[in-house]
């Protein structure tokens, strides 16, 4: 039983994304890393999240995959946040919802445009979407080729996975990941909030034009950076997750050099 904490956070913040109305049913999962141990922690597959309990958490092996802790099977999409985990060292947590808004834009099959400065408090840029797998992809290890072609995504230099903490799977839906289980929690809240907003701005104004690029960079790095100056400092204590509003949704996360150089160009794309 040496992962207790990890156990407990992670528990903590599949509770959250129930409880904010981001994954009804048993329609999402969250997950975190302890990269000094080499784990992770994972829901159970198809567990309630009122039944939940700390001691189901799963964890695994980070390199192998392999179940080091826990009785129950692990979430169906573990290979994914395994995929994500290798693939993105900088990151603690995992999140991936069903939330209405933001699958209603990855079913549509559309990235999320910035349209406004609460879009860009939270993610650099537009909301990126992945291609479509291929029918090989399905049949042949169709959670890790999900996280693969999100991996695919960041890497073909649409976006750096730091600034821009989500993206919509198409077809399927969002996923967003931060420093740890309580960041990624709140990133998935933001990104349903954004979706939200967005799909109401362009169904009153379809040519609603993107966030010039001047304030997109004055909302995101007046919060993430070595420039920022909104909030608290760090020292100061951190909330539980059973303690996070629907507000709380702000966190500091670096910016990177690759992220400022991004263009509205970019942005547009």
């Given at each position: ?28 999962n ?10 992770m ?5 198809g ?23 826990g ?12 995929v994500?985990?290798?693939?993105f ?6 999140v ?18 910035c349209?406004?400065t ?30 693969r ?13 730091v ?24 990133n ?47 020292s ?9 509003h ?21 942005e547009?794309?």
């Amino acid at each position: 039983m040496a992962h207790e904490l990890l156990k407990q956070q992670v528990w903590e913040a599949n509770r959250l994304i129930a409880a904010w109305g981001l994954a009804p049913l048993t329609w999402g999962n969250a997950s975190g890393a302890d990269r000094a141990a080499g784990v992770m922690a994972i829901k159970p597959s198809g567990a309630d999240y009122e039944q939940l309990r700390p001691e189901d958490i799963v964890v695994l092996s980070l390199v192998a995959g392999e179940v080091v802790e826990g009785a129950l099977k692990p979430s169906s999409d573990t290979p994914t946040h395994l995929v994500l985990y290798r693939a993105f060292e900088g990151i603690g947590g995992i999140v991936h919802t069903h939330s209405t808004h933001a699958t209603a834009w990855a079913q549509a099959c559309r990235e999320i445009p910035c349209l406004g400065t609460t879009h860009a408090d939270h993610f650099y840029g537009s909301v990126p979407l992945t291609r479509q797998l291929t029918e090989r992809e399905i049949s042949e290890a169709y959670e890790e080729h999900t996280g693969r072609v999100i991996v695919e995504r960041f890497h073909s230099g649409a976006a750096d996975p730091v600034a821009v903490p989500g993206v919509l799977v198409a077809g399927h839906g969002p996923f967003t990941w931060g420093k740890n289980t309580q960041d990624a929690a709140r990133n998935a809240f933001a990104l349903e909030q954004v979706a939200r907003m967005t799909l109401h701005t362009m169904a009153l104004n379809p040519l609603a034009p993107s966030l010039p690029q001047v304030l997109l960079d004055k909302h995101y790095l007046r919060k993430h950076g070595d420039t920022a100056y909104y909030g608290q400092a760090d020292s100061l204590p951190q909330k539980s997750a059973n303690d996070i509003h629907h507000r709380d949704t702000e966190t500091r996360k670096p910016v990177s050099e690759y992220a400022i150089r991004r263009t509205t160009t970019d942005e547009e794309q």
